[in-house]
């Protein structure tokens, strides 16, 4: 099985921008979607950005759209979120999660990722 870590969290003005990583160890990334979610304080869990296993495919929450891209990079075994133009609703922990070779209208949906990191914090202040 994979383990997946995130990293590239902090504290950033609005405006600012951030770069998670998702680095997988144990097994090749290669073969897996990844997912970023994220968890405001008092709120669920949100789905923000996926990529396919294949990397030809991605999928945004709307409120993300042209702010945030995630790119994978399988020599690297990392799969990454660039988060641009920040806002104070941005602040949550981002989790990063793998699913072996699901369809891609399985991306956005929780419940096909097995293997999950601990999560890292991004605030953005006003």
């Known amino acids: 099985q994979v383990q997946v870590v995130e990293s590239g969290g902090g504290l950033v003005q609005a405006g600012g921008s951030l770069r998670l990583s998702c680095a997988a160890s144990?097994?090749?990334?290669?073969?897996?979607?990844v997912g970023w979610f994220r968890q405001a304080p008092g709120k669920e869990r949100q789905f923000v950005a996926a990529i396919s296993w294949s990397r030809r495919t991605t999928y945004y929450v709307d409120s993300v759209k042209g702010r945030f891209t995630i790119s994978g990079d399988n020599a690297e075994n990392t799969v990454y979120l660039q988060m641009n133009s920040l806002k104070p609703e941005d602040t949550a922990v981002y989790y990063c999660?793998?699913?072996?070779?699901?369809?891609?209208?399985?991306?956005?949906?929780?419940?096909?990722?097995?293997?999950w990191g601990q999560g890292t914090q991004v605030t953005v202040s006003s």
């Open positions: 999660a793998a699913a072996w070779r699901i369809g891609s209208d399985s991306l956005r949906q929780e419940y096909p990722y097995a293997y």
């Open positions: 144990g097994r090749t990334f290669s073969n897996y979607a």
